[in-house]
């Protein structure tokens, strides 16, 4: 595990992002991920238990969504010719590969993406319409 302050994170050989050890008390980022989830299954059903594998495939999941994001989110930054990383950049990947919109970060005035309807699908519609009357 990566040793020393909180704020020299670094990875293991696992490959999880660790923040420190818990020999003088520093703060071990697997162990905050771990309560989090426990809290959040409380949230939800008091009296539910998550099993050890469980939570570790939760755990495992989120790692690598967080990887992902980063990693794409970085690619943006490069793409628009940036050395750093924005808030535009997360936002534009977690809307285009995940279709989540974050609100209160950034700008919030975005248009709204219209689905148009196919024209079998409009055909459909009309023939029901027409049923009804």
Request: hydrophobic share 35%; with cysteine.
């Amino acid at each position: 595990m990566a040793q020393g302050n909180p704020s020299d994170a670094g990875l293991v050989g696992n490959g999880r992002l660790t923040t420190g050890t818990s020999r003088t008390g520093e703060i071990n980022s697997a162990s905050l991920y771990q309560q989090r989830i426990q809290d959040l299954v409380a949230e939800v059903d008091p009296k539910q238990m998550l099993d050890d594998d469980v939570e570790e495939l939760l755990m495992q999941l989120a790692d690598d969504f967080i990887e992902s994001t980063v990693t794409s989110s970085c690619q943006l930054a490069k793409h628009r010719s940036s050395s750093t990383l924005e808030v535009k950049d997360l936002q534009l990947h977690l809307d285009r590969a995940w279709n989540m919109v974050i609100p209160g970060f950034g700008n919030d005035e975005r248009p709204h993406k219209k689905s148009s309807a196919s024209e079998a699908h409009k055909q459909r519609i009309n023939m029901i319409k027409k049923a009804r009357r």
